[in-house]
């Protein structure tokens, strides 16, 4: 089983560069997430779709774009990166309804110079 | 105050030992609870799910209490295996399972 598969794994770019991440599952999930990871802190919520044709925004949403382009496919988009994007980010999906856990994809390492 | 508060560690403990993490969460009403393990530059992985009366998974034990607004993990005869970072996490009220993750406790096993 695949699970949440992410693409690239590790990625560099230059500031106002452009770039955009994959992410599929094939776990027939409602809800998909993307979320960044910095050194000493928890994973924050960047977006979010709870079904297929809804987003929404999370914690920290500003500089970046998603797009749920069916059911298995949810990507996130950064317009003009910026040297704070860089991170580690992971998407995850999830069954719908309450205390669902969440099923993380293994991470897009990000760098911006 | 952090909605999520871990202790960041690192536990040093030996092989065979016992260990416990609490974890303090600030909104009441937090609907459910998951303690993710997490290795090294790999994704978080659910570890178990915690609920309200206790449960046990092997040598894993979690305990939720509501009152205090604490979760807790006990790790029995640890493991070199047992090596990682684990995460308190918790689902707060508004629906859309938007979870909320503790910084993470650091665990070492050593020989």
């Known amino acids: 089983n695949a699970g949440v598969t992410q693409t690239p794994k590790f990625q560099v770019l230059k500031t106002g560069q452009s770039m955009t991440l994959q992410c599929a599952q094939d776990?027939?999930?409602?809800?998909m997430y993307w979320y960044r990871q910095d050194p000493g802190m928890g994973l924050r919520l960047i977006y979010y779709?709870?079904?297929?044709?809804?987003?929404d925004k999370g914690e920290v949403p500003n500089g970046y774009n998603v797009s749920r382009l069916n059911k298995r496919e949810f990507s996130l988009r950064l317009e003009s990166a910026a040297p704070s994007q860089t991170s580690v980010y992971f998407c995850?999906?999830?069954?719908?309804?309450?205390?669902?856990?969440?099923?993380f994809g293994d991470g897009t390492r990000l760098s911006i110079l | 105050r952090k909605e999520v508060e871990q202790d960041p560690g690192p536990f040093n403990v030996p092989e065979g030992a016992t260990v416990a993490f609490n974890c303090t969460y600030s909104n009441s009403a937090s609907q459910s609870f998951f303690w993710y393990r997490q290795d090294c530059r790999k994704e978080p992985k659910l570890l178990m799910s915690v609920y309200s009366s206790g449960n046990e998974d092997g040598r894993f034990t979690a305990q939720l209490n509501r009152a205090s607004q604490y979760i807790s993990l006990l790790i029995r005869d640890s493991k070199l295996s047992d090596s990682a970072t684990y995460l308190c996490?918790?689902?707060?009220?508004?629906?859309?399972?938007?979870?909320?993750f503790g910084a993470g406790t650091r665990l070492a096993v050593h020989p």
């Open positions: 996490v918790v689902n707060p009220p508004g629906g859309y399972n938007k979870l909320i």
């Open positions: 776990m027939n999930h409602n809800s």
């Open positions: 995850a999906s999830s069954s719908s309804g309450k205390n669902q856990p969440q099923h």
């Open positions: 779709s709870a079904s297929e044709g809804t987003t």
